[in-house]
């Protein structure tokens, strides 16, 4: 799949009379006139060798219209395959898209927005004209003569009366301040291209907004730059992102084994020469002009594999936080990282004052606990205001037997894991008031961005769908935002909502696995709506613009059926 490209024109649109048009705005008309300008933005969100996908934007710049009907035509063959958001039909070259049920009324300054996927034989270039409602948008425009109208006294205009409430938010529920959303380097593959960390971290409309990137600790030193040029891409492109760096193992020399692998535990006499080890790499990599923000004590402590591993207790860990954790300085540590985010791991270095004191987060990893007890609030850590992290996670089983998948933007098993079993992972971390998520590797074939892997179908550096949806929480709830209290009607209880306050706006992420979609829902926020921003990722889109509605505290919006909507919400 190649990137996104975009491709966008302003086209005019003349329905019946209409005054003079400069530079895509209309004029003031007379009330008779019923003047409408419109502007198509159409984007084409994903290509691969036989097919495409795209989204088509109207945004409606002058008077309001009950309904809608845009028709272009294809000048190389492309056909429409599948369609969404409206009702599209296409003879020969010639394609109509007009509303669906709920998308048609448009007000000034409104937009709806529809999506398809299509075919090709070779070259897709983008349509060159527009036409709306059966009015060539690219004609000229003429000024006609206003139509008299009777004078008379107006009535007073009613105050229109507030909507029932679908979802509430309120602001005076308090919870966790969000730290982030992130993913790791390879920690034992190559390291991510300046394009792919600017993908994965960026802010822009290809990009994903990772605000956390995890990399490992090697215990060889002289293997330390390998990240390098990821991590100080990542501090420097992206936007307030956190560096946390695990080691997997110390040098085999300072284990009761031995050895790098198969567990084995860090000898007491060598507990000073390990932290001045961890504290050797924040001073690197300090020094190649990256913070390393976090440093786990140790990824994993109670899983002892055949590869880089090492074995802790709640009490050694504990321990050597205690006695040895002031020496790793610039940096603040974290325990545990166990695989289960077992607390026994912890609950020590909590109870204990001198090592709570040296610890700055509680993290941990959720195999087995996605719908598991562990993953829930933490209370002993919030008594002593540590955030909990989600430090990794890794699931891919949509591929059976490794089934070339994972490159087709619609196939349907690679969604429905996505949506049915990442997704839920995310809000139930969000639930349960931990502060980070952080996925296993950012660059997978079954993660944010492809691998090139022929096997599985992806290209190099190209945003999967799996990383689309994860965008939905990391490129709209920023570090700093804090998560306040939602409450929903009947109608909406089929949704998964979780909203944040932040930058002077109100970001809710929302999930319907449900097959049926939820329209016109209404969002009531505490004080008067300036704008609102809905974006939407399923199987058949990826971070579409959706049209949303604004009157006075209430914004409407429509959730499809099995996708995930972020609406950003300026005050």
């Known amino acids: 799949m190649q990137r996104p490209q975009r491709w966008r024109r302003i086209w005019p649109a003349v329905l019946a009379a209409a005054t003079l048009i400069t530079a895509g705005t209309v004029a003031d008309a ?5 003047a409408t300008a419109c502007r198509v933005d159409y984007v084409i969100s994903s290509q691969w060798s036989n097919g495409f996908g795209a989204n088509v934007t ?22 429409v395959t599948q369609a969404w958001n409206t009702n599209l039909t296409q003879s020969g070259s010639t394609v109509s898209a007009s509303n669906a049920s709920y998308n048609g009324s448009l007000g000034t300054g409104a937009s709806s927005q529809f999506g398809f996927n299509g075919s090709l034989a070779g070259a897709n270039p983008a349509p060159t004209s527009f036409a709306l409602n059966g009015t060539i948008c690219n004609g000229p425009v003429s000024t006609p003569t206003p139509t008299p109208t009777a004078t008379s006294t107006p009535s007073p205009t009613p105050t229109a009366t507030a909507a029932a409430a679908d979802i509430t938010v309120n602001t005076g529920r308090k919870y966790q301040t969000i730290d982030g959303f992130g993913a790791a380097v390879s920690i034992w593959g190559g390291a991510w291209s300046t394009t792919d960390t600017q993908t994965l971290v960026g802010m822009g409309d290809h990009q994903l907004g990772l605000s956390i990137v995890r990399t490992g600790i090697s215990p060889v030193s002289s293997e330390w730059n390998a990240q390098v040029s990821a991590l100080k891409t990542a501090k420097s492109y992206g936007s307030e992102v956190k560096i946390l760096a695990s080691p997997w193992t110390a040098p085999a020399a300072w284990k009761s084994n031995n050895s790098r692998i198969n567990g084995g535990t860090l000898l007491t006499s060598r507990y000073g020469d390990y932290a001045n080890h961890l504290n050797s790499y924040v001073q690197y990599m300090r020094n190649q002009g990256v913070t390393i923000d976090v440093t786990s004590v140790q990824n994993e402590p109670d899983w002892h594999p055949a590869y880089d591993s090492m074995a802790w207790t709640g009490d050694t860990m504990r321990n050597f936080v205690r006695d040895h954790g002031a020496t790793i300085t610039n940096t603040k540590l974290l325990v545990a990282e166990s695989l289960g985010t077992n607390r026994y791991y912890s609950d020590p270095t909590l109870y204990d004052a ?12 959720i195999y087995g606990q996605e719908n598991g007890p562990n ?7 919030a008594q002593y205001g540590k955030n909990q992290w989600m430090t990794e996670w890794n699931f891919h089983e949509a591929d059976g037997n490794g089934s070339n998948i994972w490159g ?10 996505t949506l049915d079993t990442i997704m839920p992972s995310v809000n139930r971390t969000m639930e349960s008031n931990w502060s980070a998520y952080i996925w296993w590797y950012g660059r997978r074939y079954y993660s944010f961005i492809g691998d090139g892997e022929s096997a599985f179908g992806t290209t190099g550096g190209a945003v999967l769908k799996r990383g689309w949806a994860f965008s939905q929480y990391a490129k709209y709830v920023r570090p700093g935002y804090q998560r306040i209290g939602v409450t929903e009607s009947s109608k909406a209880s089929p949704l998964d909502v979780t909203a944040y306050q932040g930058d002077g706006t109100i970001t809710l992420v929302i999930l319907n696995r449900t097959t049926n979609a939820v329209n016109g829902a209404v969002i009531q926020a505490p004080e008067d709506v300036t704008s609102a921003l809905q974006t939407m990722t399923s199987r058949y889109s990826s971070r579409a613009g959706q049209t949303t509605s604004v009157t006075g505290s209430q914004v409407k919006v ?3 059926a ?7 919400i300026t005050l």
């Open 354 to 365: 001198t090592a709570r004191n040296n610890i700055g987060y509680v993290g941990g990893h």
């Open 558 to 560: 429509s959730v499809p």
């Open 30 to 34: 007379p009330v008779a006139s019923a």
């Open 408 to 417: 087709d933007p619609s196939n349907l098993a690679a969604w429905n894991e």
């Open 562 to 568: 099995r996708s995930i909507s972020t609406v950003v």
């Open 375 to 381: 993953l829930s609030a933490y209370p002993l850590a």
């Open 58 to 79: 109207i945004t409606n710049l002058g008077d309001a219209v009950s309904s809608w009907r845009l028709t272009w035509s294809f000048s190389a063959g492309q056909t």
